[in-house]
């Protein structure tokens, strides 16, 4: 969900709050794949194909908005995702039983129209665990690979950078990245060899495998020329339309890339989950996500796939210790509930409003400039 951020970032389009229409998306193809009884893998894939349509075209749609919107993007989306949320719950509520014929006790309420408030994904004919149940393995023994393999791709980058006389020979960056993946290698051999209790935890290694693939679409498509233009579209527009580039055209697919991208996150998220909270699953993605990639150090402006899966760490981590933190610094663990809200919601406000001074600014300079 978080990756769906970056390309209408780097695009010029700001902070996409119009991904809460792809996490509605993704909850269609859920509902559809539930009443049909598809469980298991297949089930998770149907999903991720069923997304695909309605996706595309909520996103084309979206992009037509803000394309006539520029430089108010991020409010037009917002705006956008509360009329798309008002849809949704009209053919939830009232076209499910009358005009669209569904059937099954399960979804539909009991006066024969509209859906549950809850489904339950955890049925025997349920989504949950779909796609985390394919492969899982024990977690320090996957972390001991990885910062195995981890050591080995530094010390041959260090060497290849060094050999062109690459980077400056930035060796504080080299040192940092091998402390930190020897320091994940021994930690991780010391529980294997103890017997460690935290060996009955396992990961998801499907589940990982397909985030990073996400992620190295997002890198891998900077280098496209369709990549290029994202990145001359964002800096200036102008610039970009007079040296041949169809803003208009790069932007939608931005768009559209980053509303799909959200409804395959919020199925990811919901197969995890078990339960999906038919009128409320989706109404906090977009301020949610917003709020981690601004955490990890991206702005309105700038972002960064590694910022988005470090804005994940510390939004996740911000969940955890806040409650404790609340718990024992004030006796209440509600204070600490209170701080993560403020955090989550005030750096939102904070990026904005930094945006916003630093238009004024560079328009004051550019009045400055032309008067002298």
Not at 31 to 53: E, N, Q, W
Not at 79 to 85: E, Q, R, T
Not at 286 to 310: D, N, R
Request: with cysteine; charged share 10%; proline share 2%.
């Amino acid at each position: 969900m978080v990756l769906s951020l970056v390309l209408p970032v780097i695009a010029g389009v700001g902070l996409n709050f119009g991904i809460v229409i792809g996490a509605m998306a993704g909850q269609f193809a859920i509902i559809a794949v539930t009443h049909f009884k598809v469980s298991g893998f297949p089930g998770f894939m149907l999903c991720i194909l069923l997304t695909i349509p309605i996706a595309i075209v909520c996103g084309i749609l979206t992009s037509m908005l803000l394309n006539k919107t520029k430089g108010q993007e991020m409010i037009s989306s917002m705006i956008a995702g509360f009329f798309a949320n008002g849809v949704y719950q009209f053919i939830l509520l009232f076209l499910v039983g009358t005009l669209i014929p569904l059937k099954n006790k399960a979804l539909v309420l009991s006066r024969g129209i509209g859906i549950r408030n809850n489904v339950d994904l955890s049925t025997a004919t349920g989504l949950k665990y779909s796609l985390d149940n394919v492969l899982k393995y024990p977690m320090f023994h996957v972390l001991a690979v990885v910062s195995a393999v981890a050591i080995i791709v530094i010390f041959i980058d260090y060497y290849i950078k060094r050999k062109n006389r690459a980077d400056g020979n930035n060796n504080f960056k080299y040192l940092s990245y091998l402390i930190t993946a020897g320091s994940i290698l021994a930690v991780s051999m010391m529980a294997i060899k103890t017997n460690s209790p935290l060996l009955i935890i396992k990961l998801p290694l499907v589940t990982f495998l397909l985030i990073a693939a996400l992620w190295l679409f997002n890198v891998l498509i900077m280098k496209t020329k369709l990549g290029q233009d994202f990145r001359s579209v964002g800096q200036d527009m102008d610039i970009a339309k007079v040296t041949g580039i169809n803003v208009n055209r790069a932007r939608t697919i931005a768009i559209t890339i980053s509303i799909l991208l959200a409804s395959w996150g919020q199925v990811i998220f919901l197969q995890n989950i078990g339960v999906l909270s038919t009128y409320g699953s989706h109404v906090q993605t977009a301020l949610f996500s917003i709020a981690a990639i601004l955490l990890g150090g991206a702005s309105v402006i700038k972002a960064t796939s590694g910022q988005a899966i470090l804005g994940v760490i510390l939004f996740h981590t911000l969940f955890i210790v806040s409650p404790k933190a609340g718990n024992n610094l004030f006796g209440d663990a509600q204070i600490g509930e209170f701080f993560r809200a403020f955090v989550s919601y005030g750096v939102i406000g904070v990026a904005i409003g930094l945006h916003e001074w630093n238009k004024i600014v560079r328009a004051a300079r550019s009045r400055r400039r032309l008067d002298t």
